[in-house]
């Protein structure tokens, strides 16, 4: 079965710091994958994706991610982070065959805190 | 635009009860799903629907029903609640094709005793 691994639960960080959230996925074939952020009380919205060509994928809010097919990962980060980027982060992934292509499998999810 | 709509925001119930949870979406998108939500587990698919009159399980489907008579509702049910169902609940939606970018509902936590 197809897993999404966040081995970071809770980063906690001072403004300005930079930041990397690994992502490790466990499916060899063909994926498209996603990091969506969960603000407090608030629902989940789409940060970045990735679907296909160049690996280095920008997203809102100065947020970028790099898919690097070798290593399974698609980690995501931010040069500069800020007071206001406290959320919890969530790695997905899908596969691209019949089907199955909007099933998303999530990670655990990483509670990003930012100290003022 | 309202997006995906969920209801009720709260629920608290007592094991054995039964409850509909509400999703509604005005984007005329075809697929739906239902997602609940557990702290150090992530999101885990419930049940989808790609289209009116077709749904299909996900990962964890035992203890809920759903149905799909419209394109715009999409409603979970909890045909005799356990406390391991206390979790927070996640509809979403998305067009037709392979993107898999999905639009959250605003979630709706359930409590069962």
């Known amino acids: 079965a197809q897993s999404v691994s966040q081995h970071n639960h809770h980063v906690i960080l001072s403004e300005a710091a930079s930041l990397e959230l690994g992502c490790n996925y466990s499916y060899g074939g063909t994926v498209n994958l996603f990091w969506y952020v969960q603000y407090p009380g608030q629902h989940l919205q789409l940060l970045l994706k990735y679907f296909s060509g160049d690996p280095l994928v920008k997203g809102i809010k100065g947020f970028e991610a790099e898919f690097i097919k070798s290593k399974f990962s698609f980690n995501l980060r931010k040069p500069s982070v800020q007071w206001s980027d406290t959320a919890e982060y969530f790695c997905?992934?899908?596969?691209?065959?019949?089907?199955?292509?909007?099933?998303?499998?999530f990670g655990s999810g990483t509670q990003l805190t930012v100290l003022p | 635009n309202a997006g995906v709509t969920q209801t009720p925001k709260f629920q608290v119930l007592k094991t054995g009860q039964s409850m509909t949870l509400q999703c509604a979406q005005d984007m005329n998108h075809e697929y739906m799903s239902w997602y609940r939500q557990d702290p150090g587990m992530g999101l885990r698919l419930i049940h989808y629907s790609v289209g009116a009159g077709i749904t299909d399980q996900g990962e964890v489907p035992n203890g809920y029903n759903v149905s799909r008579s419209t394109t715009e509702d999409f409603p979970l049910r909890l045909l005799s609640a356990a406390p391991s169902q206390t979790s927070v609940y996640f509809c979403?939606?998305?067009?037709?094709?392979?993107?898999?970018?999905?639009?959250f509902g605003e979630g709706s936590r359930l409590t069962v005793l």
């Open positions: 997905a992934v899908t596969r691209i065959s019949s089907g199955s292509a909007r099933q998303l499998t």
């Open positions: 979403a939606s998305s067009k037709a094709g392979t993107t898999g970018e999905l639009f």
